[in-house]
């Protein structure tokens, strides 16, 4: 799945909600027939299995499911079966009087579902008065659509069949392979082409009203797919497509393993898509766009979320996880993956920026004493939501980039393809990618991959320069007092002096000394910024590197920052060290840099300026960024690339946001309501960030203008523009009306959980938005019940810092209990303490360092 999502506690090894052993499924032959008004679903089954040995009984999963009749054939004779639920288990048990032979066996099964509000299994979802049935079948909802044998590990074939109204479509995995009317009036049945072997959670069904647009890549046929009031909307996505999937063509020694890819927009889903063999599902702002006014990020985040959907066609639907606790064998390579097209189509994008941006997230996450491993147990269906988190996506990829670039692109991808090639239409462990990159490469891949993979948290690693007679090197060795208990780490790290000298080892416990041409200013201990790790180096290496930074490239400024940035928060480093390194940025005109700078200054500015520190705070920060706003200007220029565009914006937000410029917020009042005025005439990336500034302070008439925006607008982006914004307003009144608006009819329950994420994100409006979020939590949990939807809520409730905010968050979760979201809450309530402590420790730092500004 590609999804947006921040989260973790103790996954525990309990195992009784796995099936039996005994029987596995080789096809299933499946019938559904929704009625689309009554949101109910007739289905039939007929799945073929092998029993290992004779039995009276089996057990598969089933939820939400009312079983009609059940029979069992084998060896020439039908049982009419006994149907036993356990429905705390999702399972069923048939039971016949003779036991059913060892060999196989053939299962009929007539059963009744309901077409659910909650976005998974076969759901429904509702558009311009249409009703819609569509499938989220991942990670453990299989078994609301079909009775299944609903593990990743037992992959089948399958054919299915979907009875259907006149006028309404069909889309599943296979290609249509006839369309005949009836049975019965104003139906027809539509029968899709026999799926290759694969795992239950990538079935796939939408039906409904859809209109597509084709086109193909190397006989490929494509097609991108909305309603079809979105007409129009689907050629950015369709190119990128074409473009991503003649690029992997070309990447993997497996070519497109299936006939046909279709692209599906759904009007509800509560992922951001889902990786369908062939028929990837997705939510309509990733996909759909205006191709004249789509921003800078919508345009890059379709291509990179098609990327992601595409690449798992082969990491995930091809080669399959063999349980969930190996998500990362899916998630950590869709991700690692996605941006290797994208660089190569649209070099312009830096997707290598983002890659590092990406590591700053998992690391951020990973530093937590409540992070988990990358590879972790979980056995129930909440423990295995949890595990789509930054840790099994961004810390995965991160840890695969390391290794990538330790032995080589060639020799990696090498190794990719040879462990695609041993386990496609199969399925594999982590032991499995490691093992194969080790012989492949001849490095020890497995010896450094486990460190990283079975072990939680991020090494920390101290550089010093040691130059005498004898020559110069750089001194490498893992930091000692990382963690209890002690973990150590096999870290590829290479280290970069001012005359661009790059040098690399393998550092273990014993640490390295990596010899150096000359005795350096300053070494950068993650040349590249490709490592996985924290680099701690003496300050005065850090002040030298500040007057340097121009030496970096882009990636390794990202990786500078961030590092110092953490050292901070992790009470290695004061404030000032940081503030120092901060002000050497002045010149900085790179996009990503800019935007990972203003993350930490936004952090500072919320959690160490204290009230009486504010304003000198604010007007630092001014000055800080005020050079480069004046640089890019507020016009856009027809010449000009996506980087500045994004600069511009990330300028502007900050300003505002961080600085609270009054002439930036004044002028992104003046240009939204020019825009409001006279929609289609502001660029869009802009405008992204110039209409929560403009929120800023906001009035009820600035808010009903929103309102009205957002209802009027006909593409997603727009829609979602100004509605997330009203969680911008702080104004009592406008965050009362903003929660009633997220709680009622007209917000989409997919929508609801990042809504009330950026209400909580708002520092004015926090408080009162956690106040009204705790009276109205059980209307909440109704509407936001889906995949992520307390892992989103109850991470951004981590926002808060300060005395006894703590105590507040865990005695509300204590009695309103949140089972899918535990290890997030976990990490919730350490990083409030964590601010606590930051903010009493480093508050006063911060006053006296702009005192002697
Ligand atoms: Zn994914």
């Known amino acids: 799945m590609g999804c947006a999502v921040a989260i973790l506690v103790h996954a525990t090894a309990s195992f009784a909600q796995r099936l039996p052993t005994n029987v596995s499924p080789t096809h299933y032959e499946l019938s559904v027939t929704p009625d689309l008004q009554k949101a109910t679903f007739g289905g039939s089954a007929r799945i073929d299995v092998t029993l290992t040995a004779p039995s009276r009984t089996v057990t598969l999963n089933a939820a939400e499911i009312e079983f009609d009749t059940v029979t069992i054939s084998a060896g020439g004779q039908t049982q009419r079966a006994g149907v036993t639920l356990a429905p705390s288990r999702d399972q069923a048990t048939f039971t016949v009087a003779r036991a059913i032979p ?162 599906v927009a759904v009007p509800d889903f509560s992922a951001g898509a889902m990786e369908n063999t062939a028929a990837i599902f997705y939510r309509e702002t990733y996909l759909l766009a205006d191709p004249k006014t789509a921003s800078a990020s919508i345009r890059k985040a379709i291509a990179e979320v098609l990327a992601h959907e595409m690449a798992h066609q082969w990491f995930g639907d091809l080669v399959t996880m063999r349980w969930w606790d190996d998500i990362w064998l899916n998630e950590g390579f869709a991700n690692w993956m996605e941006t290797k097209p994208l660089k190569a189509w649209k070099p312009e994008w830096h997707m290598e920026l983002q890659e590092v941006q990406s590591n700053q997230i998992a690391m951020r996450l990973d530093a937590l004493r409540s992070t988990r491993p990358i590879r972790a147990s979980a056995s129930t269906p909440d423990q295995i939501n949890e595990l789509f988190d930054p840790i099994a996506y961004e810390k995965g990829a991160a840890v695969l980039r390391m290794i990538e670039a330790w032995v080589g692109e060639d020799a990696f991808r090498a190794g990719v393809n040879a462990y695609i090639d041993k386990f496609k239409y199969s399925n594999a462990k982590a032991e499995d990618f490691w093992g194969t990159l080790a012989a492949s490469t001849g490095k020890p891949v497995d010896k450094v991959m486990a460190t990283f993979v079975d072990q939680p948290g991020v090494p920390f690693i101290d550089t010093t320069l040691k130059c005498d007679a004898g020559g110069a090197s750089a ?12 973990r150590t780490w096999q870290i590829p790290v290479c280290v970069k002096t001012p005359s661009d000298q790059v040098a690399c080892d393998v550092v273990g416990p014993a640490g390295a000394n990596i010899a150096l041409n000359t005795c350096p200013a300053w070494v950068m201990s993650n040349a590249g910024a490709r490592g996985y790790y924290r680099v701690v180096e003496p300050t005065d290496m850090i002040a030298a590197l500040a007057r340097d930074v121009a030496k970096l490239t882009p990636p390794e400024r990202i990786a500078v920052l961030s590092d110092e940035w953490a050292l901070v928060r992790s009470g290695r480093r004061d404030i000032g060290t940081f503030l120092d390194l901060a002000s050497g940025f002045k010149s900085e005109r790179n996009q990503a840099v800019m935007s990972t700078l203003v993350g930490a200054l936004a952090a500072i500015g919320e959690e160490l300026a204290t009230q009486k520190a504010a304003p000198a705070y604010r007007s630092w920060v001014a000055r800080l960024l005020r050079p480069a706003m004046d640089d890019v200007g507020w016009t856009t220029r027809p010449d000009e690339d996506d980087g500045r565009r994004e600069l511009r914006a990330t300028l502007v937000r900050a300003l505002g946001k961080i600085a609270h410029d009054r002439a930036v917020i004044a002028k992104a009042r003046e240009v939204v309501l020019s825009e409001l005025e006279k929609p289609g005439t502001v660029e869009s990336t802009l405008l992204n960030d110039a209409v929560p500034v403009a929120a800023l302070s906001g009035d009820v008439t600035l808010y009903e203008k929103y309102v009205a925006r957002s209802r009027a607008a006909s593409d997603p982006e727009e829609q979602h523009r100004y509605m ?130």
């Open 102 to 263: 060892a060999g196989p066996a053939e299962i009929e099964i007539n059963y009744r579902g309901i077409l659910n509000d909650q976005l998974r299994g076969l759901y429904l979802s509702k558009a311009n008065n249409r009703r819609y049935a569509v499938t989220q079948l991942e990670a453990t909802d299989a078994r609301r659509m079909f009775p299944s044998f609903d593990e990743p590990a037992y992959k089948a074939t399958f054919s299915l069949s979907a009875t259907i109204d006149e006028g309404d479509h069909a889309i599943s995995n296979g290609a249509v392979m006839s369309d005949t009317p009836g049975p019965g009036t104003r139906k027809h049945t539509v029968k899709f082409e026999t799926t290759p072997t694969m795992s239950t959670y990538l079935v796939a069904l939408a039906v409904g009203d859809f209109d597509c647009e084709a086109g193909q890549a190397d006989g490929i046929p494509i097609r991108v797919c909305s309603t079809p009031d979105k007409k129009g909307q689907t050629g950015l996505a369709l190119e990128a497509a074409q473009e991503i999937l003649r690029y992997y063509n070309r990447y993997y020694s497996v070519k497109y393993p299936f006939k046909k890819l279709d692209v």
């Open 475 to 486: 001194s490498v060795s893992e930091e000692s007092r990382t963690s209890q208990p002690p």
């Open 724 to 853: 997330y914004a009203l969680a911008d307003f702080s104004d009592p009144a406008l965050v009362r009306r903003t929660t009633d608006y997220i709680v009622g009819p007209e917000v989409r329950s997919q929508d609801a959980k990042i809504f009330i994420a950026r209400q909580l994100g708002n520092p004015d409006a926090r408080q009162l938005a956690w106040d009204l979020l705790k009276a109205h939590w059980s209307e909440i949990q109704k509407k936001t019940g889906e995949f992520v939807g307390n892992t989103t809520i109850v991470g951004a409730v981590g926002s808060f810092c300060g005395p006894g905010a703590a105590a507040d968050v865990k005695g509300f979760f204590a009695v309103h209990k949140v089972p899918d979201a535990e290890r997030t809450l976990q990490q919730s309530l350490e990083r409030i303490e964590a601010c606590t402590a930051l903010s009493g420790a480093q508050s006063g730092k911060l006053a006296e360092w702009l005192n002697r500004r």
